[in-house]
């Protein structure tokens, strides 16, 4: 049995719309729990589901990165390379102590 989880890549690749901006409703129900059945949820061969897509926001760092990187490499890659930079990014920013902090934002000021 097909779950809405399962649903919702396959929406995303044939779309290309990220699956978190995807909502998926049925005769009015939205199908929110990613781990039911569609047949939980009545949905037979032949019915139609409703895809509503949310607004883009604006692409946030990770985003464009991303984008950046597949222009080298195929989209599994350059998710992975994305993902292990962002947390290398993060542990790096969570070690800077107050003075590091202070030391890039004079950096920063001086510069503009």
Do not use: C
Request: proline share 3%; charged share 25%.
């Amino acid at each position: 049995m097909t779950t809405v989880g399962e649903l919702l890549p396959q929406i995303s690749s044939d779309s290309g719309v990220e699956s978190e901006r995807i909502s998926l409703i049925f005769n009015g129900t939205p199908l929110s729990d990613k781990n039911r059945s569609l047949k939980d949820y009545s949905i037979k061969s032949g019915d139609r589901i409703m895809v509503v897509v949310k607004a883009s926001l604006t692409p946030n760092f990770e985003q464009i990165l991303q984008k950046y990187l597949q222009a080298s490499y195929n989209t599994h890659d350059a998710k992975a390379i994305t993902s292990k930079f962002m947390s290398l990014l993060s542990k790096t920013l969570d070690s800077l102590s107050i003075d590091d902090i202070d030391r890039l934002a004079n950096a920063f000021s001086e510069s503009y």
